[in-house]
């Protein structure tokens, strides 16, 4: 799926073919680029563009370039305005998949700070069919990265040298992704989404403490089981062997939205199925990122 032909550029809408930046720019040479992914959904009975949780997309973006050290920060107001100009620009009346990086350019030395760039584009997206049918995935033998090293929760270019690692190994191995453990060997998130289990009723997630990103989806997804589906939700350390006792589990995020998983390393999650409660937490998230209830409405920022 191409990406739309008007990308945004360092405060202004460009061809594709002219959004460039330096093959010596910092972000190149040293993966010094912090990015977002984040969803537009369309409703076609509103005739409305919803963009999913700008704001928080945003401020976590800027949290990364102040963890990077970014010398020059742009303001939110700057960063949720280049949004929605490429959805204008490009006239999107669909769900789209929206990426942006922040990224420090200039020929110069390691320590560099700046200057700041940034550069937005959009993908024409729906859900992939694994929302509807699932995966299966294998326990990567790739250590998830920590916060001492190369921090999880900062959405920096350079770490997802490790995501990316994990799925290639998990394709090598004919599996559709991977999940990583932390260094002491606990689970810590799928290679690009966090991840839940359901053990008896209860919805378990691996805690902030276990090497993941801050997920957006997490959290949503959180908030969706206590307060609409009346949930218990533990956040804390899991056990890998934990995953086999398990009934159901599913990945989320941002791009994948709600993943159902089937197995792990060949052994059927619960029955080898998409739970009811995987489901349930499906349609409560749809609902409410499609505009089709009010609830949770300030996490909708129409373009039209």
């Not at 990077?68 to 960063?79: C, G, I, N």
């Not at 998990?170 to 606990?186: P, S, V």
């Not at 810590?188 to 989404?193: L, P």
């Not at 997804?221 to 009934?247: H, M, P, Q």
Request: aromatic share 8%.
């Amino acid at each position: 799926m191409p990406t739309e032909p008007k990308m945004y550029l360092n405060g202004k809408i460009v061809d594709y073919a002219d959004c460039k930046i330096h093959a010596f720019a910092s972000v190149v040479k040293y993966g010094t680029g912090v990015f977002e992914g984040l969803r537009g959904y369309w409703n076609a009975d509103a005739k409305q563009l919803y963009i999913f949780r700008l704001r928080e997309h945003m401020e976590r973006i800027r949290f990364g370039m102040k963890a990077m050290r970014y010398a020059d920060v742009p303001s939110l107001e700057e960063l949720e305005r280049s949004i929605i100009e490429v959805s204008r620009a490009n006239a999107i009346r669909a769900t789209t998949h929206y990426r942006m990086i922040a990224y420090l350019d200039g020929d110069d030395e390691l320590s560099t700070t700046g200057p700041t760039g940034i550069v937005v584009g959009a993908v024409v997206r729906g859900s992939s069919p694994r929302v509807e049918n699932g995966m299966a995935a294998m326990i990567s033998s790739y250590t998830r990265i920590a916060d001492n090293a190369m921090p999880p929760r900062v959405k920096c270019t350079a770490n997802y040298v490790n995501n990316r690692a994990a799925e290639l190994e998990a394709k090598a191995g004919g599996y559709d992704g991977a999940l990583m453990l932390t260094g002491e060997g606990k689970l810590s998130e799928a290679s690009g989404a966090c991840c839940f289990l359901v053990r008896n009723g209860r919805l378990i997630t691996p805690d902030l403490s276990s090497d993941i990103l801050e997920s957006i989806t997490r959290e949503t997804v959180i908030e969706l089981a206590r307060t609409k589906l009346g949930l218990t939700v533990e956040e804390r350390r899991i056990d890998r062997s934990e995953i086999a006792a398990s009934d159901e589990m599913f990945a989320c995020g941002s791009g994948w939205e709600v993943v159902p998983i089937l197995s792990v390393g060949r052994i059927d999650v619960g029955d080898g199925k998409p739970g009811p409660v995987t489901r349930s937490i499906q349609q409560s998230y749809f609902d409410v990122v499609h505009g089709r209830t009010n609830a949770h409405a300030n996490w909708l920022t129409p373009v039209w």
